[in-house]
């Protein structure tokens, strides 16, 4: 019941940020306390189009482990992919604090009367690359928790993975209106 319910909040979290058009990273970078980042949504502060371009086909050490019943994972496997999902979070943490930190650089240089043209292109490039790091640190994360699992899981993994795609989408028509009622 409890996997059931953090999938749904975290599929709908996901899905309701990217549909209703907000910015993640813009979001995060404003200090929202409630922003998806204080929910372990770290790979939503990117603006890389990372949930439906990578992570439906490569979910993660993380959704491996939400799914470690269904998979078969033995406990070393359970082990090395927790130790995946500590890695990653502790990463993209690292990315998350360089963002906002450039973010606040970009805005404080914005602001000044007659700013440098030079540390503006600067701060915009430093937002550039803090959020390019978030979108690919978490790349080798989610295909190593995917090459610990034996052919038999991996093939699980495969259906697990085309059934929330299905879901996604499904989940997204839902949002847009798409619903069958045009």
Request: glycine share 10%; proline share 5%; no cysteine.
């Amino acid at each position: 019941m409890t996997k059931a319910i953090l999938k749904n909040a975290f599929l709908a979290m996901a899905l309701a940020a990217l549909a209703g058009g907000l910015n993640p990273a813009h979001a995060a970078m404003q200090g929202r306390r409630g922003t998806m980042a204080k929910r372990g949504m770290y790979f939503m502060h990117h603006s890389l189009g990372f949930p439906f371009i990578f992570f439906r086909f490569h979910p993660g050490p993380h959704w491996d482990l939400l799914h470690a019943a269904a998979l078969h994972l033995t406990p070393q496997q359970v082990a090395e992919e927790k130790h995946l999902a500590m890695g990653m979070m502790m990463e993209t943490g690292r990315g998350v604090r360089r963002l906002k930190m450039a973010y606040r650089n970009y805005r404080k240089a914005a602001r000044a009367p007659n700013p440098s043209i030079r540390a503006l292109v600067g701060d915009v490039m430093a937002v550039g690359r803090a959020q390019t790091y978030l979108g690919y640190v978490m790349i080798p994360f989610h295909l190593k928790g995917y090459r610990l699992l034996d052919p038999a899981q991996q093939a699980i993994y495969q259906r697990l993975a085309a059934t929330m795609r299905m879901r996604m989408m499904q989940a997204m028509r839902r949002m847009h209106g798409m619903g069958g009622m045009h």
